[in-house]
């Protein structure tokens, strides 16, 4: 009980929940954002141009990062596939812009590291440079270096509290969704948590080490709390299982056929997988 109140608990968010903050975070505009504290205020104008805000909404509903790493993302993280790839020992060829690269920081799991994303992320992002004004370099908190953060303006970079406080309740609002559900607030952490499932279970899934490599997991044990089978699935597998309908055959078998029930001799030798002499159990 201890441990399991200790381990990770990934919450994911519902899907018809998370299709809506999408879609919100892609849609997102100047009237959406809070004046200052106050809503709609018509006196004064939002704290953050709107390029910085859909910037950081749509890093947060796509690359699958936690608050720290978003916040402590550089200048020029960006980087485009602009040739198509052939994929070494497959021969499949990735389509020039199908993806983009993030250049993720060092974090609390691994050393810096690049990860495919949309290019929606992108596009976001460069919206948002092409924009930002000159600011001076600050210090990064995890390595102590001098760097030129994303989200930064007013030589302030954005806090470590404005995703959860400010940014996602406006998501939730303009969505139409409740900021908590049967799980618990709407937080920062549950978008990673969502991502990597709907990897995990997407109809082309990643495996297990594929989506290490893109959570920046140091071991594959971690990423186990995120690759977490939907129910949607599980009950696919089991109805294509046909564990009722193959102990159905088996009664049918033993009692439709009336073998058993008149006296029969009634057997079958296991000689291993598709041996079988009997012929209900070839199938």
């Not at 141009?49 to 550089?74: D, K, M, Q």
Request: glycine share 6%; net charge positive; charged share 20%.
């Amino acid at each position: 009980m201890l441990l399991s109140l200790i381990q990770p608990n990934p919450r994911v968010i519902a899907d018809d929940v998370w299709a809506k903050l999408l879609w919100a975070g892609l849609n997102l505009t100047t009237d959406d954002l809070p004046r200052r504290g106050r809503w709609q205020s018509e006196a004064k104008h939002p704290w953050y141009p709107i390029e910085l805000i859909r910037a950081l909404a749509v890093t947060w509903l796509f690359a699958g990062l936690r608050n720290n790493e978003i916040l402590r993302l550089r200048v020029g993280c960006i980087r485009w596939q602009r040739e198509d790839v052939i994929i070494q020992g497959s021969g499949e060829v990735l389509p020039k812009d199908a993806v983009c690269f993030l250049d993720v920081p060092v974090n609390k799991t691994s050393k810096a590291f690049s990860k495919p994303v949309d290019r929606a992320v992108g596009e976001a992002i460069a919206a948002w440079e092409k924009l930002r004004p000159a600011q001076p370099r600050r210090i990064d908190p995890k390595t102590g270096e001098l760097v030129e953060l994303l989200f930064q303006y007013r030589q302030t970079s954005v806090g470590k509290l404005y995703l959860n406080a400010t940014l996602i309740p406006v998501l939730c609002r303009k969505a139409g969704v409740a900021t908590a559900d049967v799980r618990g607030n709407i937080t920062s952490h549950r978008a990673r948590s969502t991502i990597a499932s709907q990897l995990y279970n997407a109809k082309e899934p990643m495996s297990l080490f594929e989506l290490q490599e893109w959570l920046g997991h140091n071991s594959p044990s971690a990423t186990q709390h995120y690759a977490k089978i939907t129910p949607t699935k599980l009950a696919k597998s089991y109805s294509d299982a046909s564990y009722f309908g193959g102990n159905l055959r088996a009664v049918e078998v033993l009692i439709v056929s009336g073998a058993a029930m008149a006296g029969k001799p009634w057997r079958f030798y296991d000689l291993g997988h598709g041996y079988c002499s009997y012929d209900f159990f070839d199938q």
